[in-house]
């Protein structure tokens, strides 16, 4: 352990009462740590996206050098080895028609999954670009994006993505500006 790394306890964990295994919406939960986090240089806060008015307001598409997906997951599809170091890949955060028309028209890529619910989900990821992508392991890491304001906001939770990872097709994501009334209702002190 690197004298950067803080290591906790998870004391509670939270999940969504209405999540669906067959569909995957409302993928989401909480986790309550033993002692809050140092903020330092190398451990920050990120704000939470809010929400937009309705689905037909279009949403923003950030361009790849804003926005970042972490994770501990696979490095490459040839691996079964996770990563034992947070990992971030530049990313995109696609409007609605985009996210429908990708997991539509490549539904087996994603197991059958698709979005159909744009007040719950969005897409993100390297679009055409094989081999930079979320990957096995990295499910319930962030999408985050860098706003004007120079602060990092969590839009996502990553939910799932394609089968072998890597595709050059973006990951879904459950959209965390519509998810705020429940993650506040839902955490203690």
Known sequence: MSANE??????KIVAH???NRLTYFNDI???KLSRPATINQYVDLANLAAAAANCSVPQPWFPSTSCYVLGWGRISNASSNYSDSLKQVASSYYPQVLCNIFTLSDSAKYGGLFVQNC????CGGVHAVAGQDS???DSGGPLVCRHSDNQYYVHGILS???VPC???LPAVFTK???MRTWITTNMTP
């Open 29 to 31: 939960a909480l986790i």
């Open 166 to 168: 890597g595709q050059g």
């Open 6 to 11: 803080q290591v906790f306890n998870v004391t």
């Open 17 to 19: 009462s209405s999540f």
């Open 176 to 178: 965390v500006a519509e």
């Open 119 to 122: 007040e719950k989900r969005i």
């Open 135 to 137: 990957c096995e392991g």
């Open 160 to 162: 799932f993505g394609t």
